[in-house]
């Protein structure tokens, strides 16, 4: 079963929307939010939906529906990334992007939360009907985006080329180049040192900071990773690398696992010749659902939102889950899990690695002046660490798990903006 099809028949009726405006109205009446402030925040700020009309590689006409939603922008721009998936649809990239305000409030950065995509299978398409429909969305969505109104970077199935094409379609339409328009760039035009391997990185810190609280070294622990993409493609390596056990990892087509440890070198040479993972010599196939449920110290879904549901979560074995993708687990899930005595660490904070290096590629892009990648990873690694001792120590205070904690630090931070600011007019 593909993670698609898993998504569809597991999450049941809890849509990302539902578990995003849940785990809202939760810590807004544990935290005692002004309920103004409640009643801004449940939607976004603004939504766009374009319509996307380009021209095939045949010379016919294709249209697809396009979103740019900026979920809050009290304490900054916009910020958030653009996907290209089949699904995505308003709901969800509400939820993206209201996720993204929460990301950046926790990880201390100046930017609101934004969020856009396609609902397009971008496998269907050559990498030309990919450029000009990436270029006319790019044109569409052009009164939103700007350097100091909101920055679009890479999400799922999306490039550093693809911001590439945004930022070239931005500056022709401004008559010169215009670098901090989009982050996740190529270095060539401006991007950061270490922009491509930030998210991973990130949630490898998060991994590690997590073990550290429960006394367990990196040595000792076996980890399952869901979805072999940008993020946790190079996380199986970053985490072999460190001496972590990487037992099992999937991609849409399937699983493969090995209680020995897999090898993310040979697993990457099977996939550029076969496409896909699966077949990958010297380990057992298993399916996605069975990833999920299986025995390990560490699962990290890193596909897509709605895989650990109220129908999957108490099957789940793992005893620490670190959630690199954005809404992996349902609201209700969640409090399954919690009664279990599993460990989450959650989006908002372990994949808060990318948004971080995308505010150094901002911030290197206006200052124009460039940054070592040794530099990159340290301030990154300073910021993500300081934002898990804050997590921790505050659910520890208050006796709130990870996500509680979290999601009341980042709304705290929003609500004090908006309050300090006052309501115009
Ligand atoms: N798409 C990434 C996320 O969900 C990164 C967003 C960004 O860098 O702006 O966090």
Known sequence: ???????????????????????????????????GVHEILRSPKRALIVSVPFRMDDGSTRVYEGYRVHHNVTRGPAKGGIRY??????????????????????AGIPFGGAKGGI???????????LERMTRRFASEILPLIGPERDIPAPDMNTDEEIMSWIMDTYSMNSGYSVPGVVTGKPV???????????????????????????GLGIEEISVAIQGYGKVGGFLAQLLHDAGCRVVAISDVEGGLYRERGLDPEAINRHKREAGTVVGAPDCDAITNAELLELDCDVLIPAAVEGVITVKNADRVRARVICEAANGPITFEADKILNERGVYVVPDILANSGGVTVSYFEWVQDIQAYFWSEEEVNDRLRMIMERAFDDVSSFAEEKNLTLRQAAQWIGVGRVSEAHLTRGLFP
Not at 11 to 32: F, I, N, R
Not at 203 to 211: D, E, N, Q, W
Request: proline share 3%; with cysteine.
């Open 85 to 106: 998936h089949p699904d995505v649809g308003l709901d969800e990239v509400k939820a993206l992007a209201m996720w993204m305000t929460w990301k950046c409030a926790i």
């Open 188 to 214: 060539a035009i401006g991007g950061s040192r270490g922009r491509s391997g930030a998210t991973s990185r990130g949630v490898m810190y998060m991994v590690f900071a997590m073990m550290r609280s429960l």
């Open 1 to 35: 079963m593909s993670v698609t099809e898993h998504d569809r028949t597991a999450a049941g009726s809890e849509t990302a929307w539902d578990t995003a405006l849940a785990q809202l109205d939760e810590v807004a009446e544990m935290m005692g939010l002004a309920p």
């Open 119 to 129: 609902a397009v299978d971008p496998r269907q398409h050559s990498r030309s009907e």
